[in-house]
């Protein structure tokens, strides 16, 4: 048989492979996730892996008769799931529908395996894609079971559907088994039967226990010099997400809410209308600018700046894929002597890529963390692992193009909030 094995970062993205390579009818023998990459146990991402052949070589087996059923009966759920499952590839799905069909299916399997154990259902012909899948949704069920504190130890604990609701909800917003297991296992640990049967307090519960995973520096606009020079502040990261329009806005606030006087350094003469950009803000924000093309102008700039409050620096977007290049970003900061250096990332990239920007550009020195892009991001629940596992304080937020409105000092409290009510940003 000829077997392919494609490694992603998503289940559809592994899925729109094998569909490229082998045709929309292509059948998926094997998946799981792996643990991969790192730094010393640090910063290793998820990765999905895959198998899959072509149609043709796949021929129907035999029911094998002592396998173990893999939920109790048959229902209406079960049933119209494994008829949208037996060909997936012909039928695809967007994000919202695969979750709410598997959200549909968990809850069914639920109240199967909580009803007690009836006659198996008879063997299906879609192969073994569709007896993974399930074993993999059973196994979902299963944790979730094992969050309820309050049971009697010969039996199986029940769930309440409000708590299951949340955890399915985590899941949705992309964080991980083991976070969404984690908060509600300390939840429902803590709160009483009775608040468990009120969504609301369980949620309000959750938001505070996420935010103990997010580290935030403190009044990050009220920060004042440890010394006698200006406050100042570097802002680096990958090309495209927003260090510009952020400096602009942390000018703002500084400027217009604080009442102090700040100016602006740019190191990016790579763009052509980057300069141009920054030049436009502070003229409207009524603060000097300027252009430094060597590190020994970058001395002399903030020589020039010295009797100022706050000096902030906007540098050139680098890959952290491009060594090079951060090791030339880090040979300016050292003539800089940044009292702050801000990691700007996009809530809007992926898990892993967030990761990977992270872990390159910490050799740099990074001590703060700018996410971008708020009201852009689909989901919010990798964006509290990902600072979590960072390591760096969360500085500020930003949640619009908006020049002084759309940024916001960080608070632990925002990032959960919006994980559970997904509703983006207001």
């Known amino acids: ?26 059948v998926i023998l094997e998946t799981r996730s792996t643990r991969r990459g790192g730094f010393f146990g640090l910063f290793a991402s ?10 043709d070589q796949v021929r129907p087996r035999k029911p094998r008769e002592q396998s173990p059923p893999l939920i109790s009966t048959s229902t209406p759920a079960r049933d119209a799931y494994l008829a949208s499952s037996v060909e997936p590839a012909r039928t695809p799905l967007g994000h919202e529908a695969r979750r709410e069909q598997t959200r549909s299916m968990a809850k069914a399997m639920l109240r199967e395996m909580e009803s007690g154990p009836s006659e198996p259902p008879a063997p299906s012909p879609s192969g073994e894609g569709i007896r993974e899948e399930l074993d993999e949704i059973r196994g979902l069920v299963e944790r979730v079971l094992k969050v309820q504190q309050h049971a009697s130890p010969e039996q199986d604990p029940p769930v309440a559907e409000e708590v299951f609701d949340l955890y399915l909800d985590l899941l949705a917003q992309e964080c991980s088994e083991e976070l969404a297991a984690d908060a509600l296992n300390t939840v429902t640990s803590t709160l009483a039967p009775d608040e468990l049967a009120d969504q609301q307090r ?51 606030a500084y400027r217009l809410r604080q009442g102090r006087t700040v100016g602006l350094i740019t190191l990016d003469t790579y763009r052509i209308a980057a300069v141009e950009q920054l030049r436009t803000y502070a003229d409207i924000i009524g603060v000097p600018m300027e252009v430094a093309r060597s590190p020994e102008q970058l001395s002399e700039i903030l020589e020039r700046m010295s009797h100022l409050d706050v000096v902030l620096i906007d540098t050139a977007g680098r890959s952290q894929k491009d060594s090079d290049r951060i090791s030339e970003l880090r040979n300016w900061l050292q003539v800089a002597q940044p009292h702050e250096v801000h ?62 409105d759309h940024i916001e000092t960080a608070r632990p409290s925002r990032l959960a909030e919006l994980v559970l009510n997904a509703g983006g940003v207001s």
């Open 46 to 55: 998820t990765v999905i892996e895959l198998r899959a052949t072509t149609a």
């Open 343 to 404: 990691l700007v990332l996009a809530s809007t990239a992926s898990r892993a890529v967030l990761m990977s920007e992270a872990e390159e550009f910490s050799a740099i020195g990074i001590d703060r963390v700018v996410l971008t892009k708020l009201d852009e991001a689909v989901s919010y629940g990798m964006l509290v692992e990902v600072t979590h596992r960072i390591g760096r304080k969360l500085s500020f937020l930003t949640t619009g193009q908006e020049v002084p």
């Open 202 to 252: 369980v949620r309000h519960a959750l938001v505070d226990h996420l935010a103990t995973f997010i580290p935030v520096a403190d009044g990050s606009l009220l920060s004042t010099s440890p010394d006698d020079r200006p406050l100042t502040m570097a802002l680096v990261g990958p090309t495209g997400v927003g260090k510009t329009t952020t400096v602009a806005k942390i000018a703002a």
């Open 1 to 26: 048989m000829n077997v392919r094995t494609y490694l992603a970062h998503s289940m559809d993205e592994a899925v729109q492979a094998v569909r490229r390579d082998l045709g929309s009818d292509a």
